[in-house]
């Protein structure tokens, strides 16, 4: 008996946890695209058909352009690596193994946004030395980095997608959270990884856009809801998912 209430009050601070991470992680995205549209963009930031250009706003403004990164990225991955392993707690017990492998697709995003970071961190303190040396040699370099950060996260959101997609149907087949937060969660997945299609890169907006929405909500659901609440919904879902699969 004093087992199953310690491992009750374990998954109920891991689930408030979880609750906390998705919220900033909202609060994060927002931050970013006030920082980017209304401070450094306007600025300058990226705007230039001169790619010498755009390398002396760098050298003008590391400082802010090296705290945007930091904050996009090295947060977004811890936030993003706490409520993968949140969800997995949450939805493992009726939904194993779509669970497992969103879980895991959650931790490779998160090891990726943290990779984007260290690349654009470094990228551009080297770029800021050579530009006091070589302008023209600085420029090329800092396309290239662009090509490399965009590659691994910005330009395309197929890995952050799948997670989303993949914990969104655990989710829907465990009885877990309110379904239009699901359906919600599925389409802006599959907006993200359609955005790896060339013609169809407009949509990596959407998912960042619709990502927003959908950390918000969660957050709230899973700071608002009580863990014996969400394991009465699973339960009432799982005679419907075990008729499913038979």
């Known amino acids: 008996m004093k087992t199953n209430i310690e491992q009750k009050k374990k998954m109920s601070g891991l689930q408030k946890i979880g609750g906390v991470a998705a919220l900033t992680q909202a609060v994060v995205y927002l ?17 230039s058909t001169d790619p010498i250009q755009n390398v002396a706003f760098l050298a003008d403004n590391q400082t802010a352009v090296y705290t945007v990164n930091v904050l996009i990225y090295v947060a977004s991955s ?8 949140a969800l997995y707690n949450l939805l493992k017990a009726n939904s ?6 969103a879980t895991v697709f959650g931790l490779i995003w998160a090891g990726v946004l943290m990779a984007t970071a260290m690349i654009a961190s470094i990228g551009l303190t ?9 302008p023209a040699q600085a420029a090329s370099l800092w396309m290239a980095i662009e090509v490399v950060q965009d590659g691994l996260g910005g330009g395309t959101e197929i890995v952050g997608g799948i997670w989303v997609l993949l914990a969104s149907l655990a989710a829907l087949r465990t009885g877990v959270f309110p379904r239009i937060l699901n359906y919600l969660g599925a389409v802006i997945g599959a907006a993200g990884i359609v955005s790896v299609v060339p013609a169809l890169g407009g949509l990596v907006d959407l998912f960042g856009l619709g990502a927003i929405v959908w950390f918000a909500w969660l ?12 394991e009465a919904q699973q339960t009432r879902q799982k005679p419907a998912a075990d008729q499913a699969s038979t």
Not at 32 to 43: D, H, N, Q, S, T
Not at 96 to 101: A, C, F, K
Not at 126 to 134: I, K, P
């Open 96 to 101: 194993p193994v779509l669970t497992q492998t």
């Open 126 to 134: 080297t770029v800021v030395d050579l530009y006091g040396q070589d």
């Open 219 to 230: 957050g709230i659901v899973l700071l608002r809801t009580s863990p014996s609440a969400l």
């Open 78 to 85: 811890v936030l993003v690596a706490v409520l993968a392993l």
């Open 31 to 47: 931050v970013a695209m006030v920082l980017f549209l209304g401070i450094l963009i306007p600025a300058g930031y990226g705007t």
